[in-house]
């Protein structure tokens, strides 16, 4: 913006000797927005006379010093004319102090008779003031007119020093008051959530801030573009004025701050970079207040990311144009009692936050910081077996629970709020509590905490077991877990494939039948395909898969490079995480897990036959369809797994820019800093110890409920909806208050009945022999054979059961040392042949159509697990072996109805609605009361009865509980168990039957039929 017109320039001088920033009076109709050159002649009227009146003789005599103060003494109370509003004389060069524009800076502060402290009424709860009363409408006239008048100056003495001053102090001052008005907006917002108020109302506040920021913003961000030269020589030296407040006894005017206290340098670059910051502060505050509100649609989130977008963009690149400005400053290496380099650590959170934001409304994540696909189960208790009973006890206990003291928190920060008195100790107790708030959040993110008197790195405390017990060494640790299981998995798969293929080549060549992989056909009723098919779809997910695992493989070493490193590495592995971020955004070939979920779902209903009738006995028919449910099931397992580490990185993301946000408020939160602050209008925020720890209480305990809720929808493999009164897991979303925790966590125990239907215990085997191998002695009273397992040797006899079983363990049988073990990697995702585990629907057929003769069983849940190994004899007088157990990778849980049969995107056949299914994640407390995934697998030393009577009794070493609640099907087992040591053999390979684990489980049974005469009435 810059006036160059020499006429009307003169004018402008003119004015200056005569009224020329006079201001309508309140109540009068002003001019609110920045005024241009002709409008400022319609300002500038006094009494109905034109601004040229003044012109005659006075404009070219105006000069120096006296045009100067002429404009400052309408600007600054210290600056004026000690006299009435009435009593000012513009022609006489007299300009009540009463009329300045930026009188706030003398007016906001006053001393308190009784308590004799410097207070801001302003600011107060107790007999508040109203701050338009100091700045409003007149004062943005006053002051839009006087930045006219100093550009026109500035066009004639561009060399003038305290023009170009001038002109930065009424950016400066009216980007304050913008920003007080603003803070006094959010501050409402605070009130009205605090006194239980509708969402709206607070959408409203924060709205009218954002306006107020944004608007400040526009005016301030002028100064890079108008005047860069001024900005540019004069900001390095300039430091923050202190506000005044009157003195009745010594009749003055006191600075407000101590001498020393504000910064002396950069306060201009300061304050833009404070601007953008709380600009994108205010706009993610929106985005969160929509959802929580429950107002979301796909209209409004498209408009919501737009504006994101949108101001993303511009704050980006008027940064930018800054950098490019000062290309020889570090903003980050300025001394950092200036704020500068803590305002640029600010802006680059709230950057982060609103790409935050924009994932929250696409769903991508949540505000809460909680990943979608973690669900709390299988916790260890002696009272419950369900998760869901287990975390509600921490919401309700009387005097811990979550919710309890988020009720308590939020009622003493209603009535501190209430009672409010803006003064120095009061930001100073505000900053000490916010302080040891973030040590503590810090701690529980990072293991490091700041003690009281510490605000500098240097004087962290941090401990090895601090930083192994925190949320980003859980998230390590699962991170590293997953991918693991990701490169046993791919290996699994290439096995499990290659010996299908291998199987099947040989077989259809002992037949003497050609293209044997199109002769074996997979029926799944709407439609066939040949195996060969099938592998081959198989195989380009196996690619898709291998090409990704460079990239999840980046993503755990810069998790373990980060644990390697100093505890604030946290901006280095942020940006190893960007990048890893941004290579999975550019890809579109992930499988989904639903979609892997679907798939699965219609292998377990579907069937293979043998079109030539020549290649499949019943054997190898049965060990084939085994082999391919564990395929299919370890596709599942992939997908899961790839989508846990997706959801992982997006989740880091929000982590570690509250870990750098914390950081930059620790070490900028000392005592000097809240006096500073005090007088530093910026920060003018009615901000209380006990707000902020109601919003950490708040926080924490909606965090829990979220937990809760999904451990309640596993209880009961059931969505938590509750119709009239339309309340579902999702509303924890919109909880505003304690009462509507109460009322959410109400709800929840009522949806917990046991009337919905009763849990049947049962004690069942699965044979890996049978259900692994898929070596079944005999199948409708006909002995079977099979091909030897190595196939090195499968041109020799075919062997029995038993006997391919023993020649497989003897290939798994690997030697460490003198201990020889044998390892089995398997999948439980099958229902096993002679049990009722993971029992599905049974599909029959009527007129030709197929449907649900009998539903089968839902929520089949483990409460022990035995290992027992049947055997013919004994070489040691042992009753047991030490063996090893790992629960893993994918867990299964049938829904409470029968799915439906689909198409695929891909054409392929598909069950919808079947399976539940989730990551195999174990639970551990991290930080500070915080729950997270620590692991996608975990392993029990225990041991495996040698069973030779056949009794199938174990005893306490040979039964585990820590796999309770956990789904009966998963596809990541591992069994290890000993066979020889170095006192020799401990059990003998030829001896071995089969290996078993006996499952103590419970699952609810439906009564659905869809069956013509059936009843489709649902679960029992």
């Given at each position: ?6 006429s009307t ?10 009224l ?13 927005d ?18 040229l ?32 509003a009435?009593a ?15 009188r706030y800076?003398d ?7 009784t308590s004799?402290?410097v ?9 508040p ?33 305290d023009?170009?001053?001038s ?15 603003a803070n006094?907006?959010?501050d ?18 924060v709205?009218?801030?954002f ?7 526009v ?6 573009e ?7 020589q004069?900001?390095s030296?300039?430091g923050?004025?202190s506000?005044?407040?009157y003195?009745s006894?010594?009749?003055?005017q006191?600075?407000v ?13 300061t ?9 994108a ?20 989130s ?26 020889g400053?570090?903003f ?10 803590q305002?640029v ?18 769903g991508d994540t ?10 709390p ?29 988020a ?9 501190d ?8 100790q009061a ?10 708030l973030s ?5 529980s993110?990072?293991g ?15 401990t ?12 390590s640790?699962n ?8 490169t ?8 499990r ?25 997979v ?9 060969g098919?099938?592998?081959n ?21 810069a ?19 960007v ?11 992930f499988?989904?897990?639903e979609a892997?979920n ?5 292998e ?6 043998d ?22 099931a ?8 790839e ?11 929000v ?8 950081v930059a408020?620790a ?18 925020r009615?901000i209380t110890e006990?707000a ?27 969505p938590?909806?509750?119709?009239d ?14 009462g509507d925790m ?21 004690r ?10 898929g070596?079944?002695?005999?199948i ?8 030897h397992?190595?196939p ?7 062997l ?14 690997r030697t460490?040392?003198s201990?020889?073990?044998v390892t ?28 649900i003769?009998?539903a ?8 022990t ?12 007088g ?12 994918a ?12 198409i695929?995107d ?18 551990d407390?991290a ?9 996608n ?37 591992r ?12 059990v ?9 684990l ?23």
């Open positions: 913006m810059k006036y160059s017109s020499k320039a003169v004018m402008g001088l003119a004015l200056v000797a005569g020329s920033l006079h201001s309508p009076a309140r109540g009068e109709s002003g001019v609110t920045k005024l241009s050159g002709n409008e400022l002649i319609v300002a500038s009227k006094l009494d109905g006379a034109s601004a009146d003044f012109s005659t003789g006075i404009g070219t005599q105006v000069e120096g010093q006296l045009l100067v103060d002429a404009i400052r003494k309408q600007l600054y109370y210290n600056e004026a004319d000690s006299v009435s009435e000012e004389d513009p022609q006489g060069g007299v300009y009540s102090r009463d009329n300045a524009a930026f800076l007016l906001m502060y006053s001393l308190d008779g004799e402290e207070i801001n009424s302003y600011l107060s709860s107790v007999s003031k109203e701050f338009s009363d100091l700045y409003g409408d007149p004062e943005r006239a006053r002051t839009s007119v006087a930045e006219i008048l100093i550009y026109e100056q500035l066009e004639l003495y561009p060399t003038n020093l023009l170009q001053q002109l930065l102090d009424l950016y400066y001052d009216r980007a304050v008051a913008e920003i007080v008005h006094i907006a959010l409402k917002a605070l009130s009205s959530r605090l006194n239980g108020e509708l969402a709206a109302i607070e959408i409203e506040h709205g009218n801030a306006t107020l920021l944004n608007s400040a913003f005016e301030y961000v002028a100064l890079v108008n005047t860069p030269t001024y900005l540019q004069l900001t030296s300039r923050q004025v506000p005044r407040y003195d006894v010594t009749n003055t006191n600075d701050a101590p001498a020393g206290v504000l910064p002396g340098e950069y306060k201009d670059i304050l833009l970079y404070q601007l953008m910051g709380n600009l502060a205010v706009k993610v505050q929106q985005a969160g207040l929509l959802i929580e509100s429950d107002q979301l649609n796909s209209s409004l498209t408009q919501m990311i737009d504006e994101i977008l949108s101001l993303r963009n511009t704050l980006v690149a008027k940064e930018a144009e800054l950098r490019t400005l000062f290309s400053t570090d980050t290496e300025v001394s950092s009692h200036s704020g500068l380099p305002a650590e600010q802006w680059h959170f709230q950057l982060d936050q609103l790409e935050n934001a924009m994932s929250w409304l696409t949540n505000f809460l910081g909680m990943s979608k696909l973690a669900v189960h299988g916790f260890s208790s002696d009272t419950h077996f369900d998760a869901f009973n287990i975390l509600s006890e921490f919401l309700d206990g009387e005097d811990t629970g979550f919710i309890v003291q009720d308590s928190s939020l009622a003493t920060a209603k009535l709020y209430d009672n409010y008195l803006h003064n120095a930001l100073t107790d505000a900053y000490i509590g916010r302080h040891e040590s503590n959040k810090l701690y993110l990072l490091a905490r700041f003690p009281s008197s510490c605000y500098e790195k240097s004087c962290v405390d941090i090895s077991e601090a930083r192994d017990n925190s949320e980003v060494a859980a998230w640790r991170v590293e877990s997953v991918q693991n299981s990701i046993l998995s791919l290996q699994r798969l290439d096995n494939l290659a010996k299908i293929e291998l199987e099947v080549e040989r077989l259809a060549q002992d037949a003497g039948v050609a293209d044997g992989f199109e002769k074996i056909v029926d799944y009723h709407s439609q066939q395909s040949s195996l098919q099938q592998i779809r198989i195989r380009q997910k196996q690619e898709v898969f291998n090409s990704h695992s460079v990239l999840f493989e980046s993503l755990s070493i998790a373990q490079t980060y644990m390697s490193s100093s505890w604030d590495a946290v901006g280095e592995l942020s940006d190893r995480l990048a890893v971020n941004n290579s999975i955004d550019t890809l579109d070939d499988t989904l897990p892997a679907v798939t699965l779902a219609a377990h209903r579907a069937s293979l036959y079109s030539s009738g020549k290649i499949l006995q019943a054997g190898s028919q049965y060990r084939l369809e085994s082999l391919w449910l564990e395929v299919n370890i596709v599942l397992e992939l997908a899961q797994s989508a846990t580490l997706v959801q992982e990185a997006k989740r880091l993301s982590i570690l820019n509250q870990a750098k946000s914390l408020v070490t900028s939160d000392a005592p000097m800093a809240a006096q500073r602050y005090f007088a530093d209008l910026i920060y003018s009615r006990t902020l720890k109601a919003t950490s209480d708040f926080d924490r305990a909606q965090q829990w409920l979220f937990y809760t809720a999904e451990a309640l929808e596993y209880k009961w493999q059931k938590f909806a509750i119709r009164v339309d309340i579902s897991k999702g509303s924890v979303f919109h909880l505003r208050s304690a109460w009322d959410f966590y109400g709800k929840m125990m009522d949806f917990d009945s046991p009337g919905i239907a009763t849990s049947h215990q049962e069942d085997v699965f044979s890996i022999k049978e259900d692994v191998f070596y079944r002695d005999s409708n009273g006909r002995e079977q054979t099979y091909l397992p190595d090195n040797q499968q041109n020799g006899p075919r029995s059961a038993r006997e391919a079983f023993q020649e497989q363990l003897k290939l798994l049988a460490f040392g201990d020889t073990w089995i990697e398997f999948s439980t995702v099958k229902e096993p042949v002679r049990s009722d585990l993971f029992t599905g629907p049974i599909i029959s057929e009527v007129d030709g159509e197929s449907c003769a009998v089968g069983a839902y929520g089949d849940k483990i409460e697990v035995e290992l027992n190994i049947p055997i013919l004899y004994s070489t040691s042992e009753v047991q072996t030490p063996a090893y157990l790992t629960y893993g990778g867990s299964v849980v049938r829904d409470s109805l029968p799915g439906n049969e689909v695929t891909e054409g392929a056949a598909g069950v919808e609605g079947e399976f539940n299914t989730y990551s195999a994640l174990f639970w407390a930080g500070l009361s915080q729950l997270a995934a620590v692991r697998s975990y392993r029990v030393p225990m041991s495996a009865a040698l069973d030779v009577f056949g009794s199938g009794a174990g005893s306490i070493n040979t039964v585990t509980n820590k796999f309770k609640e956990r789904s009966v099907a998963a596809t990541g087992w069994l290890s168990f000993l066979l020889e040591d170095i006192y020799g053999s401990v003998d390979v030829e001896a071995i039957r089969d290996v078993e006996i499952f103590e489980h419970r699952f609810k049974a439906s009564n659905y039929s869809s069956c013509a005469g059936g009843d489709p009435s649902g679960p029992l």
